[in-house]
């Protein structure tokens, strides 16, 4: 049966990422709220559910219902053999998944500082300061760490993990993918010093299937109503 | 051999859902960063690991390094009962936690919407409008997620998950007690509509291990320098 994955039909969001190990995973999904009357079904798990997600993206598997980004890579994760099978690998990625997530709440927050309910133009002034501090600071923080994680893994520094792609490397790209969009300045001084970053987005973009899923139409362009938005006043 | 547990010695904090786990769970532990040179031994650990944590807390167990709150919590609920064993039980228990992280992170904002490098005296402004929002309508949504999920267990009200206590219970009973604190007029007015969360907040600190773990000098006061702070300004 076909996973169900269930997320906001018009940005990439946090729905990207399980996209993106779905689609490297060449598993059988249905983007489901992206079906006809697709966002009233979600709206109707999400409110009448026994385990009722919190917010998409969830992931329906059957009757299982998953929801919390992290927590749907995990689970897809161990079933499409893209995160190590010992133990302890298999949580490290999943830590790395999780300082993921954080760094791209903060991604979001750097245009919506104040709340998720008011419009970025009710909140510029205090997004001018969030996005100085986010490009200055936070950037630097989140990526000099990956750098690190590449550089010391004992099996080589074209992933984070072991030896081969896991869900981490799939969400590292889109992270840098998204804040290159949203902060082309920014983020064009930050890779400069680095170079296993920068490399493992580029082998990500040419893996097959990534690359043939960033050419179709099931890949959403990026806008101004996800998480990673180009508003050139907070770049710099 | 005891677990050794990192994070910031005169705060709460993140680290104090992974204590209230280890107490519940009568583990052997250290507070390793509040022993004598504690700190520096942090520091170490994180810039020299192999698989270096982001940011405490973080815990050793012998060998194995785990940051990450809720990957943390994963990792100690499955060894010490508390959490269901059956995998979608125990997926759904890390998703609420994953949940409380998210609701932890915004609480931490409300004092510092604009940067965590920046004392809260800088970010006064932003910080009475992130508030004002997250009071009105951040808190109603995540508490009543939590209700309604106490209101639909199978197994009864009691829990959130199951028949008996998981580590999701008692990092309930922590924001609750968080919240409180730093909000006080606010949370009472919230609790008033829920009761589940109510007696389960009531029920977790009656508990052997938790009450005699809160009434001893290993239970840090909340302050003004960790996640709940209680500035009468913000609350209303």
Same mark, same amino acid.
């Given at each position: 049966?076909?996973?169900?994955?269930? !997320? $906001?039909? +018009?940005?990439?969001?946090?729905?990207?990422?399980?996209?993106?190990?779905?689609?490297?995973?060449?598993?059988? !999904? @249905?983007?489901?709220?992206?079906?006809?009357?697709?966002?009233?079904?979600?709206?109707?798990?999400?409110?009448?559910?026994?385990?009722?997600?919190?917010?998409?993206?969830?992931?329906?598997?059957?009757?299982?219902? &998953?929801?919390? +980004?992290?927590? &749907?890579?995990?689970? /897809?994760?161990?079933?499409?053999?893209? #995160?190590?099978?010992?133990?302890?690998?298999? /949580? $490290?990625?999943?830590? &790395?998944?999780?300082? @993921?997530?954080?760094?791209?709440?903060? #991604?979001?927050? +750097?245009?919506?500082?104040?709340?998720?309910?008011?419009?970025?133009?009710?909140?510029?002034?205090?997004?001018?300061?969030?996005? #100085?501090?986010?490009?200055?600071?936070?950037? *630097?923080?989140?990526?000099? $760490?990956?750098?690190?994680?590449?550089?010391?893994?004992?099996?080589?520094?074209?992933?984070?993990?072991?030896?081969?792609? +896991?869900?981490?490397?799939?969400?590292?790209?889109?992270?840098?993918?998204?804040?290159?969009?949203?902060?082309?300045? #920014?983020?064009?001084?930050?890779?400069?010093? /680095? *170079? %296993?970053?920068?490399?493992?987005?580029?082998?990500?973009?040419?893996?097959?299937?990534?690359?043939?899923?960033?050419?179709?139409? %099931?890949? &959403? *362009?990026?806008?101004?109503?996800?998480?990673?938005?180009?508003?050139?006043? /907070?770049?710099?």
């Amino acid at each position: 049966m076909a996973y169900e994955l269930y !997320y $906001w039909p +018009t940005i990439q969001g946090r729905g990207e990422f399980v996209r993106l190990t779905l689609e490297e995973a060449g598993a059988d !999904y @249905i983007d489901a709220a992206r079906e006809s009357e697709g966002v009233a079904v979600m709206m109707r798990v999400m409110e009448n559910a026994g385990r009722p997600p919190f917010a998409p993206p969830f992931l329906k598997d059957g009757e299982t219902i &998953i929801a919390q +980004t992290a927590a &749907i890579l995990l689970y /897809l994760g161990a079933r499409h053999d893209l #995160a190590p099978k010992d133990p302890a690998g298999g /949580l $490290w990625t999943h830590q &790395i998944q999780l300082t @993921i997530a954080d760094f791209v709440a903060e #991604a979001h927050d +750097t245009h919506h500082p104040v709340a998720v309910g008011l419009y970025y133009e009710d909140q510029t002034r205090e997004a001018l300061r969030r996005s #100085a501090e986010f490009r200055q600071n936070r950037i *630097p923080k989140f990526l000099n $760490w990956f750098e690190t994680i590449l550089a010391r893994n004992p099996s080589g520094e074209a992933h984070l993990v072991g030896h081969k792609l +896991t869900y981490a490397d799939l969400s590292l790209f889109q992270v840098v993918e998204g804040l290159s969009y949203a902060f082309p300045k #920014a983020m064009k001084r930050a890779l400069k010093n /680095l *170079p %296993r970053v920068k490399a493992l987005h580029e082998a990500v973009a040419q893996r097959p299937r990534i690359r043939a899923y960033l050419a179709s139409p %099931r890949r &959403i *362009p990026f806008n101004e109503e996800g998480i990673f938005r180009r508003y050139p006043e /907070l770049d710099g």
